[in-house]
């Protein structure tokens, strides 16, 4: 693939730009009780929010995190209050960016148009974006679209608010850590992807397996950035 062919970047934001592995964790803990390792609790939270997200695809992500909040803990024989679980949902604010987020970032908008996919609502992604500095060209939230990824709606939405400027989805590099939530409807939207290997080769983690072959992988967003500058290769 050749860099300058892509005049749009379209992004994940937890998991990818954020880290929501140790963000969610740190609220796991918490919960009275939950005593289980990261593995554990990570595979549940992919488990439960899945199915949470299929059944109820309008609900916005607050509540989800809530929902899953309880399941994970009835899991391990505990029991979240709702004002615990409530405090879960509450705290996509507190997760953090990785490290390389916001430089990779500042790069990239100088080269194209950034936008974010995001599986939550536009309430919790305000406070992500101002710690990403707001970059973004575009947001298209699951409560824009009423669905959850890897449900097709957000690249619907993405390839038809970039066409409006002039961009085609040859021209457009998706960017995401999830195979399951991202790297295969992007593929099946007919977007390039590009694989952010946020766990580097390790398997589990937050999101459920899925055997799919992304077009470029990196395991971080600085690898990126430096395969753009450097055009390739």
């Given at each position: 693939?050749?860099?300058?062919a892509f005049r749009a970047f379209t992004f994940d934001?937890?998991?990818?730009?954020?880290?929501?592995?140790?963000?969610?964790?740190?609220?796991?803990?918490?919960?009275?009780?939950?005593?289980?390792?990261?593995?554990?609790?990570?595979?549940?939270?992919?488990?439960?929010?899945?199915?949470?997200?299929?059944?109820?695809?309008?609900?916005?992500?607050?509540?989800?995190?809530?929902?899953?909040?309880?399941?994970?803990?009835?899991?391990?024989?505990?029991?979240?209050?709702?004002?615990?679980?409530?405090?879960?949902?509450?705290?996509?604010?507190?997760?953090?960016?990785?490290?390389?987020?916001?430089?990779?970032?500042?790069?990239?908008?100088?080269?194209?148009?950034?936008?974010?996919?995001?599986?939550?609502?536009?309430?919790?992604?305000?406070?992500?974006?101002?710690?990403?500095?707001?970059?973004?060209?575009?947001?298209?939230?699951?409560?824009?679209?009423?669905?959850?990824?890897?449900?097709?709606?957000?690249?619907?939405?993405?390839?038809?608010?970039?066409?409006?400027?002039?961009?085609?989805?040859?021209?457009?590099?998706?960017?995401?850590?999830?195979?399951?939530?991202?790297?295969?409807?992007?593929?099946?939207?007919?977007?390039?992807?590009?694989?952010?290997?946020?766990?580097?080769?390790?398997?589990?983690?937050?999101?459920?397996?899925?055997?799919?072959?992304?077009?470029?992988?990196?395991?971080?967003?600085?690898?990126?950035?430096?395969?753009?500058?450097?055009?390739?290769?």
């Open positions: 693939m050749t860099p300058s934001c937890y998991g990818t730009l954020i880290d929501w592995e140790q963000g969610m964790l740190r609220a796991l803990r918490a919960l009275p009780g939950l005593d289980a390792d990261d593995d554990a609790l990570l595979a549940a939270f992919a488990r439960h929010e899945h199915a949470i997200q299929e059944e109820h695809p309008a609900m916005l992500y607050p509540e989800v995190l809530g929902r899953v909040a309880k399941a994970i803990a009835a899991d391990f024989g505990r029991a979240a209050s709702d004002t615990k679980a409530a405090a879960f949902g509450a705290s996509i604010a507190d997760w953090p960016p990785f490290p390389d987020t916001v430089a990779a970032l500042d790069y990239l908008k100088q080269h194209g148009l950034l936008v974010v996919l995001s599986n939550v609502d536009r309430a919790s992604f305000a406070e992500s974006a101002r710690r990403l500095g707001d970059p973004f060209h575009a947001v298209v939230t699951a409560e824009d679209v009423g669905s959850y990824k890897p449900a097709p709606a957000h690249f619907a939405r993405a390839k038809a608010l970039l066409a409006k400027d002039g961009i085609a989805p040859g021209e457009i590099l998706h960017v995401a850590q999830s195979l399951f939530h991202d790297v295969q409807p992007g593929r099946a939207a007919g977007l390039a992807t590009c694989w952010i290997d946020r766990r580097a080769g390790r398997p589990g983690g937050a999101t459920p397996p899925v055997d799919v072959e992304p077009d470029i992988r990196f395991t971080d967003l600085a690898q990126l950035a430096a395969w753009h500058r450097a055009g390739g290769g």
